[in-house]
């Protein structure tokens, strides 16, 4: 059974930062893409970064030059670095990986940026 656990949210000041981390079980994050998303209060769930299985890297237009995404192939774990961050920002953070047929998701991790 596929499981994602993300960590590392929290309240912090606008212009801090952050770092996300996306662990998997029951399967090997270097051989799928994955992807980071987040939804914000009485909004739908939007992209903000991934990076595929060759180390292709895409950013939602807000986030670029801010949020850097990584992976960590021996710990079966992606990172998302959060920068600068805007009071826009917060939201309950995601992790999604996907193969033919199948799509998991984590449970979330909230973010909170205070002005």
């Known amino acids: 059974q596929v499981q994602l656990v993300e960590s590392g949210g929290g309240l912090v000041q606008a212009g801090g930062s952050l770092r996300l981390s996306c662990a998997a079980s029951?399967?090997?994050?270097?051989?799928?893409?994955v992807g980071w998303y987040r939804q914000a209060p009485g909004k739908q769930r939007d992209f903000v970064a991934r990076i595929s299985r060759f180390g292709d890297i895409n950013y939602e237009d807000s986030v670029k030059g801010r949020f850097t995404i990584s992976r960590d192939n021996t710990k079966n774990t992606v990172y998302l670095q959060m920068n600068s961050l805007k009071a826009e920002d917060t939201a309950v953070y995601y992790c999604k990986v996907g193969w033919p047929g199948n799509t998991v998701w984590g449970q979330g991790t909230q973010v909170t940026v205070s002005s």
């Open positions: 029951g399967i090997t994050f270097g051989f799928n893409e």
